[in-house]
Structure formats: structure tokens, C-alpha cells
């Protein structure tokens, strides 16, 4: 990649597309692709033009689920495959707008009068894409709830988000997120809320709603006490790509958001990499520019540089859309394959004083993805020197890290927008859905499942099973002391002395547990018992 400017300049007007009716382009003439890569993978991208076609005509996209995948479909219902999953949709945007309307005019209140808060529980799919649109489109001083979330189990960080809604819990919306209902970091939220609530003298069930799948677990409990309401979500869609349904819509209209603008964006995506033609598909460029940079293993990774504060959580959003979805140990032929997209990055220009140096100098093995917004701000600028803004600045340091880059062989991809806005990011949500689909059809892998994610849910509940066996031992055994190795054998339990000495750290360090730690001289051999 070592090109004279004027070089560049002919690769840059050979390998930058814009889209005009998208308020978009596409430039990558700083990756390593050429006329020949791009004749060599025309028959693996029709087919994955084909296997796209599949997927929004409701093919079965995930065999271990027995599932369709049918995100597409959120953002045109006239593309879905029955008139009932076309109905489910258009009623569940009907009342969401119904519903957001009825709380903002104060039909629908708190226990202190209208809400002027939410809290949102959830975890991955369910708080990423809420958070990611929350933080690039709303505005503290214009917008009509206030978001909160807890997307975590960590019982220090939920106490601070309450402590930051204070005495204004009465007017917070609770919005509990789950498909399945029965996640169980999202029902210990559930429950932290339900206490809070509680403790403040207020009904949780008067502040309190769901989306979830009908009949789960949660969609039960909330009916059997007689929560606000109800949203669906469906088996059809997965976390990482439901930003676009309940899940993301409805907080996005609370806070004020106009959902109907991130559809039409996502639509104007969905339609523009619906092209046969790579020169024309920006999804479809993206895809392959992936593939020639990890030689269609992954080999590379993306770091994601949004030259915006507002798109400050996208990169956060993506790891979990990119990396869920093609971080696969097996291809569709049973093959070992060990597949995967690493996705890093935070925002520009801040980033870019953490880690352009090695960026620059050190391992090779990245490729930037640089996302470019040409309008700095609404209303008039402050002029910082006497010919430049503050915003003149950010777009010479994301043109001078991307120039510093190329000099020394290192790759990039920029995505130019016009503006932030709603349109935007739906359009950005959906140019990274299809970029992940065509993808994974290129290295012959399922995006659509996530067996390594139930592996992690399962041994994360064998340790929880562990620790009540632990527990419970201890209490039969009251002032008695053991080492996690004596522990292990009396519960039978010999092959998990490591996690049962974690466990009894953990359990000892919190006061409220009652279980003491003596320490000895070897710290695997201390004490625990009950007190």
C-alpha cells in the first residue's frame, strides 16, 4: 500500500461510492482490495445475495431454534412471509405510539404524577441497542423521559442508578426486558428494582411493564400482578438484532425519539444492499472488505473510530451484533472452523491519544472502520481560531490519523453520514445487519445461532447450583471451620475445588452472607464457616 498521493487520489475515485439518496458513502480505497479480489469473490457474493433473499423470504435461519429470522421485516411488514407475523408488527408499532402517547399526555402515570423517567432492565440485545440510540439521539433538555438502565447484574452499579433517579422513582417507568423471561441477570434487576420500589412505600406493578414473548415466564408474572402493560417480541427475532421492535422502539419513543425516522432509515439500508451489484450494495462492500482483510478468517480485527460523541456507544453496539454473530467454532458443513470478527473502538478524536500509536507502529493485525459526520452542530459555531471550528478540528485529526495510517500499510474503512439523526443510525443499524449477513454466507457460517452463549448460561447456573451446596453444607456444619479442599469432599464435589474456593472468597467478603474466612499463612488453606 505504498501509493504516491495523487496514487491514492486514483484509488480513492476507483473505490469510494456514494449514495446520495442514503446521505451516505462508502470509501475503501485504504483497504487492501482491488478489480481482481472483487472478480474472484463475484460468485461467493451472489450467493450470498441468494442466501440473503432466503432469510427475508422466512427460510429457517436458525436449525438449532427451528427458527426464521425475520428482522427485516420490523422496518417493511408487507415483506413478511405471513399476513400474521405482518399484523403482529403493524399492531405491536400501533401501540407503541398509542401507549407513548398516553404517557407523555399524563393518562398514564406514576404514583407521583407523570412519569418524567424510565428504567430499562436488560442485558445484551435487550440494554445495547436501547443505550446506543438513547445516547446518539436524545437531548437532555427536549427529552420527554429521561433514560435510565441497568443492563448488568452487579448490584454496586444498580444501586447508583437508583441513586441518580433519587425521590423521582415514583415517576419512573420500569421497563423489563427478556424474550425468554427467564434471563437471569435481567430477573435479578427485576427484583432489585421491585425492592426499591417497595422500599419508597410504591406499588412496582403501578410503574411497571414488560416486552417479552408471549407466555414466558415473565409475561406471566407481570400479568399475575397486574402490571402497566405488555410488548412482544418474537421467536423470529434475536436480541442482537431486535433494536428495531419493542425493544428498542418503545424506550426510543418515551424518550421522545422519532421511531418512525430510525425505521425509514433502516429501510432506505435494507433497499440499497437489496442490489445484485457490489458497486451499488454498501452492505455488500463492507462484507467483502471484512473478507480481505482477515483473508476470510478473521485474522485482522475491526477497530471502530465514529469521529462523534453521540455514536460513542456503536462500537459497544456492534461488538455484540458482529462478534455474536460470527464468532462460530463450526461452518455449515460441520467443519471446525473457528470463525470470528473482533470488534474494538471506542470514538475519535479521544481514541485516538489512547492508541494511535500502536494503531500506527505496532501490530498489524486491525483494520480501522472510521465513520465520518459532515455536519458538526446545529446553529452557529464558535469560531476557536480565526478561520476554524471546533468541528474543522475533529475532521482534521480523523483525515490526519487516516492519512498518518495508510502511510504505514495499515487499513481503513470510512463510512461518511451527513448528520446524526434518526435516519442515520436506523440506516447504520441496518448497513451492519446485512454487511454481518453477507459475511457469514462468504465463510459459509450461521449468524443466526449462539451456541456458546447458552455454554456460558449453563456453567454460569452449575456455579450458582455450587455455591448453594456450599451454603447449605455450611449450615449443617455451623462453627466449623473448612478449606475449600475439605469442602469439595464433603459435598461430593472434589473436581471443583477451584471454583469452590472462589466461591467461598466471594461469599467471605460480603458481610450480609455470614460466612467467615480465617486466613492462614497458605491461602488456599483457609478456613470458612457460618456465622
Not at 108 to 124: E, P, Q, S, V, Y
Not at 472 to 477: D, E, I, P
Request: with cysteine; glycine share 8%; net charge neutral.
Amino acid at each position: 500500500m505504498n501509493y504516491t498521493k495523487l496514487q491514492w487520489w486514483e484509488r480513492f475515485q476507483k473505490y469510494y461510492t456514494a449514495f446520495p439518496e442514503l446521505g451516505l458513502a462508502i470509501d475503501l480505497s485504504r483497504m487492501n482490495v482491488d478489480d481482481i479480489f472483487f472478480a474472484t469473490m463475484e460468485p461467493k457474493i451472489q450467493k450470498a445475495f441468494v442466501d440473503m433473499d432466503a432469510l427475508e423470504a422466512g427460510a429457517i435461519a436458525n436449525p438449532d431454534e427451528k427458527r426464521m429470522v425475520g428482522h427485516y421485516w420490523l422496518r417493511n411488514p408487507a415483506l413478511a412471509p405471513t399476513p400474521e407475523i405482518r399484523s403482529e408488527i403493524e399492531e405491536a408499532l400501533a401501540k407503541i405510539k398509542a401507549f407513548t402517547a398516553k404517557v407523555h399526555v399524563g393518562e398514564i402515570t406514576g404514583a407521583g404524577g407523570t412519569f418524567k423517567n424510565f428504567l430499562l432492565i436488560g442485558i445484551g440485545g435487550s440494554a445495547l441497542g436501547p443505550q446506543f440510540v438513547a445516547h446518539a439521539l436524545g437531548n437532555p433538555r427536549k427529552d420527554k423521559l429521561k433514560p435510565h438502565f441497568f443492563d448488568n447484574t452487579d448490584p454496586d452499579g444498580m444501586n447508583r442508578t437508583l441513586a441518580t433517579i433519587g425521590k423521582k422513582l415514583n415517576r419512573t417507568l420500569c421497563i423489563i426486558i427478556s424474550k425468554s423471561g427467564g434471563t437471569k441477570e435481567t430477573r435479578n434487576g427485576m427484583l432489585v428494582a421491585q425492592a426499591a420500589y417497595e422500599k419508597a412505600g410504591l406499588n412496582f406493578a403501578q410503574h411497571a411493564m414488560a416486552v417479552t414473548m408471549a407466555g414466558s415466564e415473565l409475561d406471566k408474572y407481570a400479568v399475575s400482578n397486574q402490571w402497566i402493560d405488555r410488548f412482544p417480541m418474537w421467536d423470529w427475532i434475536g436480541g442482537r438484532t431486535s433494536e428495531l421492535s419493542a425493544v428498542g422502539l418503545l424506550p426510543a419513543a418515551l424518550q421522545g425519539i422519532d421511531i418512525d425516522g430510525l425505521l425509514a432509515g433502516a429501510n432506505m439500508a435494507d433497499v440499497a444492499s437489496r442490489a445484485k451489484t457490489v458497486k451499488i450494495n454498501p452492505s455488500a462492500q463492507l462484507a467483502l472488505a471484512w473478507f480481505a482483510s482477515g483473508n476470510g478468517n478473521g485474522t485482522n480485527n475491526m477497530v471502530v473510530l465514529p469521529y462523534k460523541d453521540r455514536l460513542e456507544l456503536f462500537s459497544k453496539y456492534l461488538q455484540q451484533l458482529i462478534m455474536e454473530s460470527l464468532g462460530k467454532e463450526r461452518d455449515l458443513d460441520g467443519k471446525i472452523v473457528n470463525q470470528g470478527l473482533c470488534v474494538f473502538g471506542n470514538k475519535g478524536a479521544t481514541d485516538q491519544h489512547s492508541y494511535i500509536q500502536q494503531l500506527r507502529d505496532g501490530l498489524n493485525d486491525y483494520f480501522a472502520t472510521f465513520i465520518e459526520v459532515q455536519k458538526d452542530e446545529a446553529g452557529d459555531p464558535v469560531f476557536t481560531e480565526s478561520d476554524a471550528t471546533s468541528g474543522d478540528f475533529l475532521q482534521g485529526f480523523f483525515l490526519g490519523t487516516r492519512t498518518a495510517l495508510a502511510e504505514n500499510s495499515r487499513e481503513s474503512i470510512t463510512i461518511t453520514v451527513n448528520e446524526v439523526n434518526a435516519n442515520t443510525v436506523g440506516l447504520l443499524i441496518a448497513l451492519f445487519e446485512r454487511a454481518v449477513g453477507f459475511y457469514a454466507s462468504l465463510v459459509n457460517i450461521n449468524a443466526y445461532h449462539q451456541p456458546g452463549v447458552e455454554a456460558g448460561k449453563k456453567a454460569a447456573g452449575n456455579v450458582l447450583t455450587l455455591q448453594r451446596q456450599i451454603i447449605a453444607f455450611l449450615k449443617s456444619n455451623i462453627n466449623q471451620g473448612f478449606s475449600a479442599e475439605e469442602i469439595s469432599k464433603n459435598i461430593g464435589q472434589e473436581d471443583e475445588i477451584e471454583i469452590i474456593f472462589k466461591i467461598c472468597e466471594h461469599l467471605s467478603a460480603n458481610k450480609s452472607r455470614k460466612i467467615k474466612k480465617k486466613k492462614t499463612a497458605n491461602v488456599f488453606a483457609a478456613h470458612y464457616k457460618t456465622i
